[in-house]
DNA sequence: TTAAGTGCAAAAGCTTTGCGGGTAG
DNA sequence: CTACCCGCAAAGCTTTTGCACTTAA
């Protein structure tokens, strides 16, 4: 992501985080600007330890905290994935994943055909869909140049 | 499930485990019993708790390490999540969910228009798709009157 | 018979919580 | 000023691992 590009999203995510009643303190902005440099669905962890070097000093409890504050407001997204950690992503607009099933990984796909499905309908079961996303389980490139080693 | 499906799929299953050299030990035949019974995409932990009471016991470390060779080996599956334990399915055919966003409660959805969606092509990542699964989004039922209530 | 599976207990990894002190708005 | 936020440290979950013993095939 560009420097501007990323200087602008943080700059909307302050934003966002005011209209929803949250401070934007500079713990919160590195956080964000972590999530935004990782790019790829990072853990709490992940987040944490990108930030081990850098100012401000950043608590691990805080990360975990802040990062599940945002995503109950809504200024980021959980990814939904097979493994056992939570995974943060900074969009929360409608997307698709690719998820590899070896690593866990997930990768963004975009796709307007399947932006455009439409929703089924659930309601005999309760559920109130907000959105509709598809998840192409698979093998990355990654993992399968491995596999072939063997 | 009714009894006698349940113990054709307990069978079926002992078929698999021998097809990919595994065994059909008692406490595998019990975990995949309990995960039958609860249906409902239960953690390793879960399908421990349902099985504590039960002949034959069997340990924390074994339910964890059978679930995990079962998913390895694809006799069952896991299921995508938001949240941070790993969920277990026993069904490996291709299907879909709806996940809450407030308690990541998985519940299957059935819908042939979905089956057949055409896989995008995702070559130029280096990923190859095995299945396309529609994850719906949103809120349960019982997390909506918690809301309500409030 | 023997490779594979199991139980136990300890360690490792992930997440939440309580509290005293700090700071954004 | 004051409600919200932070760091720390401890506790609570989840998962893996090493080892000695047992068992399915």
Redesign the pocket.
Known sequence: MRQSEKEQRLHAF?RV??DR????????RA?LGAILDLNNHP???QVHAALARRR??????????????FARAGIISKACHP?????YDWRTETHHHMVCLRCDRVMDFADPRLDALAVPDTRTFGFVVSELRVQLRGTCRRCRQLEDRR
């Open positions: 302050g985080c005011r009643g949250l401070s934007f303190t500079p713990q919160r956080i853990t709490a962890d401000p000093r950043v608590s691990r409890a805080t990360v975990f905290r802040t990062l599940e504050a493994g056992s950690a939570v995974r």
